[in-house]
């Protein structure tokens, strides 16, 4: 609960502070006691302020305060359930929205269940392993030449992505090798939509080829036609590509840069954890423009 109560220690998990890690920081009270704080501003992120409000052995209370990009203010709580050698951290928010934000409430819900989940991820990396290694990085803007891609067509939540990418990666690479297809790229996933009250999304799991065959369901033989894209890489583990994923999404519409809805983007893998590891991996978020 100490490490949680000191805000000194969110730059190292928080799911906001990782996408801007340059904004600007200020510390005030005694950290980890009841009335110290700290205020955040950048370029995307937006400002605001954090005051511990309530502490004891199992819970956090935080008063928080957005000044911008609206104005909003929220009560934040932390549970700590322990266990022998383990804990068990629930995060939880109670707030409201500009009245005449009031279409927002369903989808801001849903993205700020995303990012706690990053933020608890991120945390639990800290805490466990001293490190969190994700590092996104906007790339802005670049040409999408042609590919042409073989494919298997997925649908998952997004805890069970990487069992079901393993799965069809793996039976794409086996097509290839007893077919003799010959694969000219990184491996990437075509990201179709994403529902994200349940985290659900559809997807196609692709593998670069020289031009396209014949090929049998369940199988998809296709082509990405050549387009203008915003890419945002990461580097670090697979685990944390939604950091990059958000770091997008953000970017995008602080430059006012119009992307597609569906297909919602490329993660491409420049190398794998077969070459690397997890710290070295390398990826890419692309968003396709209008």
């Known amino acids: 609960m100490g490490f949680l109560a000191d805000f000194r220690n969110w730059p190292k998990w928080s799911p906001w502070l990782i996408l801007e890690p340059n904004c600007t920081i200020q510390f005030e009270g005694i950290q980890g006691e ?9 370029e995307l992120i937006g400002a605001g302020t954090m005051t511990l409000v309530e502490k004891d ?10 000044l911008s990009p609206f104005k909003s203010k929220a009560q934040v709580n932390f549970e700590v359930v322990q266990t022998n050698n383990s804990c068990v951290v629930t995060w939880s928010m109670n707030s409201t929205l500009p009245w005449f934000f009031f279409f927002m409430k369903s989808m801001m819900k849903a993205l700020i269940g995303m990012d706690f989940q990053r933020g608890l991820l991120m ?10 290694l994700s590092l996104p990085t906007v790339i802005g803007e670049r040409h999408q030449a042609k590919i042409h891609y073989i494919a298997l067509k997925g649908r998952a939540t997004i805890a069970e992505l990487s069992d079901v990418m393993e799965r069809q990666f793996t039976r794409l690479n086996l097509f290839c090798e007893t077919h003799n297809v010959s694969v000219n790229g990184p ?25 396209t065959i014949g090929i049998d369901p369940p199988f998809v033989c296709d082509t990405l036609e050549a387009c203008e894209t915003f890419v945002v890489q990461h580097k670090g583990a697979y685990q944390f590509l939604g950091n990059a994923w958000s770091l997008a999404m953000m970017a995008t519409r602080a430059q006012k840069i119009k992307i597609e809805n569906c297909p919602m983007g490329i993660e491409r893998y420049i190398n794998t954890p077969d070459h690397v590891n997890d710290a070295d991996l390398i990826s890419e978020i692309i968003l396709l423009k209008k």
Not at 194 to 211: G, H, Q, V, Y
């Open 57 to 66: 052995l199992d819970n956090l209370n935080i008063a928080l305060e957005f």
């Open 187 to 211: 491996a990437f996933v075509l990201y179709e939509n994403m529902d994200k009250a349940s985290t659900e999304s559809e997807f196609f799991n692709c593998l670069p080829i020289e031009k």
């Open 34 to 42: 009841v009335g110290a704080s700290y205020q955040w501003s950048g």
């Open 123 to 132: 945390l639990k990396s800290q805490l466990e392993t001293h490190t969190v």
